[in-house]
């Protein structure tokens, strides 16, 4: 299993009318997570890339338990439970500075070949640093 924790200054522009976070930019947190993962694999995206793989969103799920508003500090907990093969399974959980449950969810990425855009297995480069993650 792979675990990583970033946090989160929720920005004014995040929220909406009532003051608080808009529901879309949680999955643009799971993001920030996701990315913070990769780096302290060894892997950051830009380096994905370069090597000519990509990884887009196919599947996300999110469940919202309670609001956050400016100003809080959201900590985002990623996951991933098992070593991927083709697709990545990312689950995160995003809590405020008191430990609040905000919300909990799921992100599923894809491998795909950069030029042709078909989907791959997971390159051996990515693969050599997700193992020693995994039993």
Known sequence: MIESVTNID?????TDLMGIV???NYI?????GRN???IDCG?????????GIMLPVIDVKC????????GDVLTVKTVIEKMP???IEAKAEIRNQNGELIVRG????GTIDSVTRRPVRMPEFMREKLCKYFN
Do not use: D, G, T, W
């Not at 929720?10 to 995040?14: L, N």
């Not at 643009?28 to 920030?32: D, M, N, Q």
């Not at 469940?63 to 400016?70: G, L, M």
């Open 10 to 14: 929720v920005r004014y522009y995040e």
């Open 22 to 24: 808009h529901h879309s």
């Open 28 to 32: 643009r947190y799971f993001e920030c």
């Open 36 to 38: 913070q993962l990769l």
């Open 43 to 51: 892997i950051p995206m830009p380096e994905i890339e370069r090597r």
């Open 63 to 70: 469940h919202y338990y309670n609001p956050s508003r400016f």
């Open 85 to 87: 093969m083709v697709k």
């Open 106 to 109: 799921a992100v599923i990425l």
